[in-house]
Protein backbone atom coordinates (compact mmCIF):
# COMPACT_ATOMS: atom_id res chain seq x y z
CA UNK A 1 0.00 0.00 0.00
CA UNK A 2 1.29 3.27 -0.87
CA UNK A 3 2.59 4.74 2.37
CA UNK A 4 1.13 8.55 2.73
CA UNK A 5 3.39 12.19 3.66
CA UNK A 6 2.42 13.44 7.61
CA UNK A 7 3.77 17.18 7.68
CA UNK A 8 3.23 18.57 10.49
CA UNK A 9 4.43 22.29 10.14
CA UNK A 10 3.88 25.22 12.25
CA UNK A 11 1.46 28.03 10.54
CA UNK A 12 2.77 31.00 13.09
CA UNK A 13 6.49 31.55 12.64
CA UNK A 14 6.50 34.82 14.68
CA UNK A 15 8.28 35.25 17.71
CA UNK A 16 7.36 38.01 20.46
CA UNK A 17 10.40 40.30 19.00
CA UNK A 18 9.96 39.96 15.53
CA UNK A 19 7.38 41.26 12.98
CA UNK A 20 6.67 42.00 9.27
CA UNK A 21 6.66 44.50 6.79
CA UNK A 22 3.65 46.64 6.31
CA UNK A 23 3.83 45.74 2.64
CA UNK A 24 3.76 42.22 3.79
CA UNK A 25 0.51 42.40 5.23
CA UNK A 26 -1.73 44.82 3.19
CA UNK A 27 -3.09 45.81 -0.30
CA UNK A 28 -4.15 49.27 -1.08
CA UNK A 29 -7.54 49.59 -1.93
CA UNK A 30 -7.89 50.46 -5.92
CA UNK A 31 -3.93 49.36 -6.36
CA UNK A 32 -4.48 45.83 -8.50
CA UNK A 33 -4.05 44.18 -11.30
CA UNK A 34 -6.31 43.71 -14.50
CA UNK A 35 -6.74 40.75 -16.68
CA UNK A 36 -6.62 41.55 -20.48
CA UNK A 37 -8.19 38.91 -22.84
CA UNK A 38 -7.49 38.18 -26.35
CA UNK A 39 -8.15 36.02 -29.72
CA UNK A 40 -6.35 35.64 -32.35
CA UNK A 41 -3.91 33.47 -35.14
CA UNK A 42 -0.71 31.57 -34.40
CA UNK A 43 0.78 30.57 -38.05
CA UNK A 44 4.45 29.33 -39.31
CA UNK A 45 3.85 26.04 -37.98
CA UNK A 46 4.81 22.85 -39.05
CA UNK A 47 1.67 20.80 -39.62
CA UNK A 48 0.86 21.00 -35.93
CA UNK A 49 -1.58 23.50 -36.28
CA UNK A 50 -6.07 22.31 -36.47
CA UNK A 51 -7.52 22.32 -38.88
CA UNK A 52 -11.09 23.17 -37.82
CA UNK A 53 -14.14 25.42 -39.07
CA UNK A 54 -13.37 27.76 -36.28
CA UNK A 55 -9.13 28.19 -37.54
CA UNK A 56 -11.30 28.65 -41.29
CA UNK A 57 -13.61 31.52 -39.76
CA UNK A 58 -11.01 33.26 -37.97
CA UNK A 59 -8.56 32.84 -41.20
CA UNK A 60 -11.30 34.27 -43.50
CA UNK A 61 -11.61 37.60 -40.64
CA UNK A 62 -8.04 38.35 -41.29
CA UNK A 63 -7.57 37.93 -45.00
CA UNK A 64 -10.24 40.46 -45.43
CA UNK A 65 -9.29 42.83 -43.36
CA UNK A 66 -6.08 42.17 -45.72
CA UNK A 67 -7.79 43.04 -48.44
CA UNK A 68 -7.43 39.23 -49.78
CA UNK A 69 -10.85 38.18 -51.17
CA UNK A 70 -11.22 34.32 -50.98
CA UNK A 71 -14.08 32.02 -52.80
CA UNK A 72 -17.31 31.37 -51.05
CA UNK A 73 -16.87 28.02 -51.50
CA UNK A 74 -12.94 27.71 -50.63
CA UNK A 75 -11.19 26.64 -47.52
CA UNK A 76 -8.11 27.54 -46.49
CA UNK A 77 -7.18 23.81 -45.39
CA UNK A 78 -3.91 24.97 -43.78
CA UNK A 79 -2.82 22.75 -40.61
CA UNK A 80 0.19 25.14 -40.46
CA UNK A 81 -2.19 27.86 -38.58
CA UNK A 82 -4.12 27.24 -35.31
CA UNK A 83 -6.28 29.56 -33.55
CA UNK A 84 -5.62 30.91 -29.69
CA UNK A 85 -6.55 32.84 -26.92
CA UNK A 86 -4.06 35.57 -25.34
CA UNK A 87 -3.90 36.35 -21.78
CA UNK A 88 -2.13 38.63 -19.30
CA UNK A 89 -2.39 40.55 -16.40
CA UNK A 90 -2.36 44.25 -16.69
CA UNK A 91 -0.29 45.80 -13.68
CA UNK A 92 -1.15 48.74 -11.37
CA UNK A 93 0.10 51.72 -12.67
CA UNK A 94 0.85 50.65 -16.14
CA UNK A 95 1.44 52.88 -18.51
CA UNK A 96 0.72 53.26 -22.69
CA UNK A 97 4.64 51.95 -24.31
CA UNK A 98 5.52 49.20 -21.31
CA UNK A 99 5.86 45.84 -22.27
CA UNK A 100 4.20 42.75 -20.95
CA UNK A 101 4.79 38.74 -20.96
CA UNK A 102 1.39 37.53 -22.61
CA UNK A 103 0.49 33.30 -22.25
CA UNK A 104 -0.82 31.83 -25.46
CA UNK A 105 -3.09 29.00 -25.65
CA UNK A 106 -4.86 26.59 -28.00
CA UNK A 107 -8.17 26.86 -28.68
CA UNK A 108 -8.35 24.16 -31.09
CA UNK A 109 -6.71 20.57 -31.69
CA UNK A 110 -2.85 21.89 -32.50
CA UNK A 111 -0.36 19.31 -31.48
CA UNK A 112 2.10 21.76 -30.83
CA UNK A 113 2.39 25.71 -30.95
CA UNK A 114 6.64 25.35 -31.00
CA UNK A 115 8.16 27.34 -33.70
CA UNK A 116 4.50 29.34 -34.18
CA UNK A 117 4.41 33.45 -34.51
CA UNK A 118 1.57 35.18 -33.27
CA UNK A 119 -0.50 37.50 -35.49
CA UNK A 120 -1.29 40.92 -33.95
CA UNK A 121 -3.62 40.22 -31.44
CA UNK A 122 -5.48 42.92 -29.58
CA UNK A 123 -6.33 42.08 -25.77
CA UNK A 124 -9.25 43.86 -24.09
CA UNK A 125 -10.51 44.01 -20.11
CA UNK A 126 -13.65 43.46 -18.47
CA UNK A 127 -15.15 46.72 -19.99
CA UNK A 128 -14.83 45.53 -23.55
CA UNK A 129 -11.81 48.43 -24.27
CA UNK A 130 -8.97 47.72 -25.71
CA UNK A 131 -5.63 47.71 -23.19
CA UNK A 132 -3.02 46.32 -25.09
CA UNK A 133 -2.24 44.81 -28.26
CA UNK A 134 0.22 41.20 -28.69
CA UNK A 135 2.71 39.96 -31.26
CA UNK A 136 5.74 38.45 -31.36
CA UNK A 137 7.35 34.64 -31.61
CA UNK A 138 6.47 32.02 -29.22
CA UNK A 139 8.24 30.31 -26.32
CA UNK A 140 6.92 26.36 -26.09
CA UNK A 141 8.71 24.30 -23.23
CA UNK A 142 6.91 21.31 -24.31
CA UNK A 143 6.93 19.29 -27.04
CA UNK A 144 5.63 15.71 -28.20
CA UNK A 145 6.13 13.34 -30.91
CA UNK A 146 4.65 10.10 -32.76
CA UNK A 147 5.56 6.84 -35.08
CA UNK A 148 2.92 5.42 -37.66
CA UNK A 149 1.94 2.58 -35.89
CA UNK A 150 0.33 5.52 -33.17
CA UNK A 151 3.22 5.31 -30.52
CA UNK A 152 3.46 8.80 -29.26
CA UNK A 153 5.70 11.05 -26.88
CA UNK A 154 4.63 14.24 -25.22
CA UNK A 155 7.36 16.43 -22.82
CA UNK A 156 5.05 19.08 -20.57
CA UNK A 157 2.68 21.06 -22.39
CA UNK A 158 3.28 21.88 -26.50
CA UNK A 159 -0.28 23.36 -26.75
CA UNK A 160 0.76 26.13 -24.33
CA UNK A 161 3.29 29.08 -25.16
CA UNK A 162 5.05 32.51 -23.67
CA UNK A 163 5.72 35.84 -25.24
CA UNK A 164 7.99 37.64 -23.01
CA UNK A 165 7.48 41.20 -23.60
CA UNK A 166 5.05 40.13 -26.37
CA UNK A 167 2.25 42.97 -25.76
CA UNK A 168 2.43 46.58 -25.77
CA UNK A 169 0.47 48.85 -23.28
CA UNK A 170 -2.37 50.75 -25.51
CA UNK A 171 -4.10 52.43 -22.13
CA UNK A 172 -3.78 52.76 -19.09
CA UNK A 173 -6.14 51.96 -16.06
CA UNK A 174 -7.57 54.64 -13.99
CA UNK A 175 -7.34 54.61 -10.60
CA UNK A 176 -8.19 56.19 -7.40
CA UNK A 177 -4.81 56.26 -5.81
CA UNK A 178 -4.34 60.40 -5.78
CA UNK A 179 -7.91 60.84 -4.73
CA UNK A 180 -9.47 62.15 -1.78
CA UNK A 181 -7.70 62.63 1.74
CA UNK A 182 -7.20 59.20 2.94
CA UNK A 183 -6.28 55.56 1.71
CA UNK A 184 -7.76 52.02 2.85
CA UNK A 185 -5.16 49.37 3.67
CA UNK A 186 -6.94 45.95 3.19
CA UNK A 187 -5.24 42.48 5.44
CA UNK A 188 -4.58 39.67 3.41
CA UNK A 189 -6.24 37.57 5.85
CA UNK A 190 -9.07 38.72 8.48
CA UNK A 191 -7.77 39.31 11.99
CA UNK A 192 -9.17 42.05 13.96
CA UNK A 193 -6.41 41.84 16.41
CA UNK A 194 -3.67 42.87 13.37
CA UNK A 195 -5.68 45.36 12.35
CA UNK A 196 -6.66 47.47 15.27
CA UNK A 197 -2.21 46.54 16.01
CA UNK A 198 -1.48 47.91 12.19
CA UNK A 199 -3.82 51.19 12.94
CA UNK A 200 -1.55 51.44 16.10
CA UNK A 201 1.65 51.27 14.94
CA UNK A 202 0.89 53.72 12.27
CA UNK A 203 -0.28 56.13 15.28
CA UNK A 204 2.54 55.32 17.12
CA UNK A 205 4.99 56.72 14.18
CA UNK A 206 2.75 59.47 12.67
CA UNK A 207 0.40 60.58 15.89
CA UNK A 208 -2.90 59.91 17.10
CA UNK A 209 -6.03 60.23 14.98
CA UNK A 210 -4.09 59.35 11.32
CA UNK A 211 -5.21 55.75 11.04
CA UNK A 212 -8.08 54.00 12.43
CA UNK A 213 -9.58 50.33 11.72
CA UNK A 214 -12.79 49.71 9.97
CA UNK A 215 -13.18 46.00 10.45
CA UNK A 216 -11.20 43.49 10.38
CA UNK A 217 -9.33 43.16 7.36
CA UNK A 218 -9.56 47.42 6.75
CA UNK A 219 -8.04 50.28 8.30
CA UNK A 220 -8.47 53.82 6.87
CA UNK A 221 -5.49 56.11 6.92
CA UNK A 222 -5.29 59.63 6.37
CA UNK A 223 -2.83 60.57 3.56
CA UNK A 224 -1.72 63.67 1.61
CA UNK A 225 -3.72 64.88 -1.20
CA UNK A 226 -0.60 65.64 -3.44
CA UNK A 227 0.55 62.33 -5.26
CA UNK A 228 4.24 63.41 -4.97
CA UNK A 229 3.58 63.52 -1.22
CA UNK A 230 1.44 60.60 -0.85
CA UNK A 231 3.90 57.85 -2.44
CA UNK A 232 6.83 59.25 -0.08
CA UNK A 233 3.75 59.22 2.55
CA UNK A 234 3.41 55.55 1.73
CA UNK A 235 6.78 54.76 0.99
CA UNK A 236 7.76 55.25 5.07
CA UNK A 237 4.58 53.50 6.07
CA UNK A 238 5.03 49.99 3.98
CA UNK A 239 8.29 49.77 6.15
CA UNK A 240 7.01 50.02 9.45
CA UNK A 241 7.18 46.63 11.24
CA UNK A 242 3.79 45.02 12.66
CA UNK A 243 3.48 41.98 14.69
CA UNK A 244 0.26 40.58 13.36
CA UNK A 245 -1.24 38.05 15.60
CA UNK A 246 -0.97 34.47 15.24
CA UNK A 247 -3.02 32.95 12.96
CA UNK A 248 -6.46 30.88 13.17
CA UNK A 249 -6.25 27.21 14.93
CA UNK A 250 -6.30 25.05 12.05
CA UNK A 251 -5.77 21.42 10.90
CA UNK A 252 -5.54 21.08 6.84
CA UNK A 253 -5.87 17.23 5.55
CA UNK A 254 -5.38 16.86 1.93
CA UNK A 255 -6.67 13.45 1.70
CA UNK A 256 -5.29 12.78 -2.44
CA UNK A 257 -2.07 13.06 -1.05
CA UNK A 258 -2.08 12.18 2.75
CA UNK A 259 -0.53 15.60 3.56
CA UNK A 260 -1.81 16.66 6.82
CA UNK A 261 -0.60 20.22 8.13
CA UNK A 262 -1.19 21.16 11.69
CA UNK A 263 -0.98 24.38 12.98
CA UNK A 264 1.05 25.24 16.18
CA UNK A 265 -1.88 26.67 18.31
CA UNK A 266 -3.96 23.90 17.93
CA UNK A 267 -5.33 21.79 20.89
CA UNK A 268 -7.03 19.29 22.23
CA UNK A 269 -9.68 18.95 24.59
CA UNK A 270 -9.95 15.65 27.23
CA UNK A 271 -10.34 12.83 25.69
CA UNK A 272 -9.84 8.94 24.98
CA UNK A 273 -8.83 7.29 21.70
CA UNK A 274 -9.01 3.96 20.43
CA UNK A 275 -7.86 2.86 16.77
CA UNK A 276 -7.95 -0.65 15.64
CA UNK A 277 -8.21 -2.14 11.79
CA UNK A 278 -10.34 -5.27 10.83
CA UNK A 279 -8.77 -7.53 7.95
CA UNK A 280 -11.17 -9.94 6.21
CA UNK A 281 -9.31 -12.41 3.70
CA UNK A 282 -11.97 -14.74 1.44
CA UNK A 283 -9.93 -17.55 -0.01
CA UNK A 284 -10.95 -19.91 -2.99
CA UNK A 285 -10.61 -23.06 -3.92
CA UNK A 286 -12.50 -25.17 -5.32
CA UNK A 287 -12.66 -28.96 -5.53
CA UNK A 288 -13.03 -31.38 -7.89
CA UNK A 289 -16.27 -34.16 -7.36
CA UNK A 290 -16.61 -36.74 -9.70
CA UNK A 291 -18.98 -39.82 -9.49
CA UNK A 292 -18.63 -43.38 -8.08
CA UNK A 293 -16.69 -45.96 -10.40
CA UNK A 294 -20.59 -47.61 -10.67
CA UNK A 295 -22.11 -44.63 -10.54
CA UNK A 296 -24.92 -44.75 -13.17
CA UNK A 297 -25.52 -41.36 -15.06
CA UNK A 298 -23.37 -39.33 -12.38
CA UNK A 299 -21.22 -36.29 -13.74
CA UNK A 300 -17.93 -34.52 -12.61
CA UNK A 301 -18.64 -31.43 -11.12
CA UNK A 302 -16.37 -28.39 -9.55
CA UNK A 303 -17.63 -27.59 -6.09
CA UNK A 304 -16.87 -24.55 -4.60
CA UNK A 305 -15.02 -24.63 -1.27
CA UNK A 306 -14.59 -20.85 0.63
CA UNK A 307 -12.64 -20.16 3.33
CA UNK A 308 -13.81 -16.71 5.16
CA UNK A 309 -10.62 -15.39 7.77
CA UNK A 310 -11.30 -11.90 9.81
CA UNK A 311 -8.49 -10.91 12.07
CA UNK A 312 -9.13 -8.13 14.16
CA UNK A 313 -5.62 -5.97 15.41
CA UNK A 314 -6.00 -4.92 18.92
CA UNK A 315 -6.98 -0.98 18.98
CA UNK A 316 -4.43 0.34 21.62
CA UNK A 317 -6.28 2.94 24.08
CA UNK A 318 -4.81 6.81 23.79
CA UNK A 319 -5.96 8.99 27.18
CA UNK A 320 -4.93 12.62 26.68
CA UNK A 321 -5.60 15.22 29.41
CA UNK A 322 -6.26 19.08 28.32
CA UNK A 323 -4.02 21.34 26.11
CA UNK A 324 -2.47 18.72 25.05
CA UNK A 325 -1.25 19.81 21.68
CA UNK A 326 -1.77 17.45 18.17
CA UNK A 327 1.98 17.18 17.97
CA UNK A 328 1.49 14.89 21.21
CA UNK A 329 -1.53 12.58 18.96
CA UNK A 330 0.69 12.37 16.07
CA UNK A 331 4.10 11.45 18.52
CA UNK A 332 1.40 8.52 20.27
CA UNK A 333 -0.05 7.34 16.43
CA UNK A 334 3.24 6.94 15.08
CA UNK A 335 4.52 4.73 18.14
CA UNK A 336 2.14 2.06 17.41
CA UNK A 337 2.34 2.55 13.44
CA UNK A 338 -0.52 3.60 12.45
CA UNK A 339 -0.68 4.94 8.67
CA UNK A 340 -1.80 8.57 7.89
CA UNK A 341 -4.91 7.65 6.84
CA UNK A 342 -5.61 5.90 10.10
CA UNK A 343 -4.28 9.50 11.17
CA UNK A 344 -7.15 11.46 9.45
CA UNK A 345 -9.83 9.00 10.55
CA UNK A 346 -8.33 9.94 14.37
CA UNK A 347 -9.07 13.69 13.39
CA UNK A 348 -12.45 13.17 12.22
CA UNK A 349 -13.50 11.72 14.73
CA UNK A 350 -11.89 14.22 16.99
CA UNK A 351 -13.98 17.21 15.55
CA UNK A 352 -17.18 15.35 15.27
CA UNK A 353 -16.87 14.96 19.02
CA UNK A 354 -15.68 18.27 20.18
CA UNK A 355 -12.47 17.38 21.59
CA UNK A 356 -10.75 19.26 18.76
CA UNK A 357 -10.06 22.80 19.08
CA UNK A 358 -9.42 23.70 15.19
CA UNK A 359 -10.91 24.47 12.23
CA UNK A 360 -10.72 21.53 9.92
CA UNK A 361 -10.26 22.05 6.47
CA UNK A 362 -10.26 18.90 3.84
CA UNK A 363 -9.11 19.60 1.02
Do not use: C, W
Not at 169 to 183: H, K, L, Y
Not at 303 to 311: F, K
Amino acid sequence: MKRLLIAVLSLSVLTADAGQRLKDLVKIQGVRSNPILGYGLVVGLTGTGDNSALTDQTYRNLARELGITLAANARPGTDNVAVVTVHADLPPFAKPGQNLDVTVSSMGNAASLRGGTLLMTPLKGADGNIYAVAQGNMIVGGFGASGEDGSSIQVNIPSVGRIPNGAIIERAVPNGFSQGDEIIMNLHEADFTTAQRVANAINDLLGGGVAAPMDAISIRVTAPRDPSQRVEFLSLLENVEVEPDAFRSRVVVNSRTGTIVIGENVRLRPTAITHGSMVVTVTEDPAVSQPGAFADGGTTEVVPQSTVDIEQTGGRMFLFGPAVTLRDLVAAVNKVGATPSDLMGILEALKQAGALEAELVVL
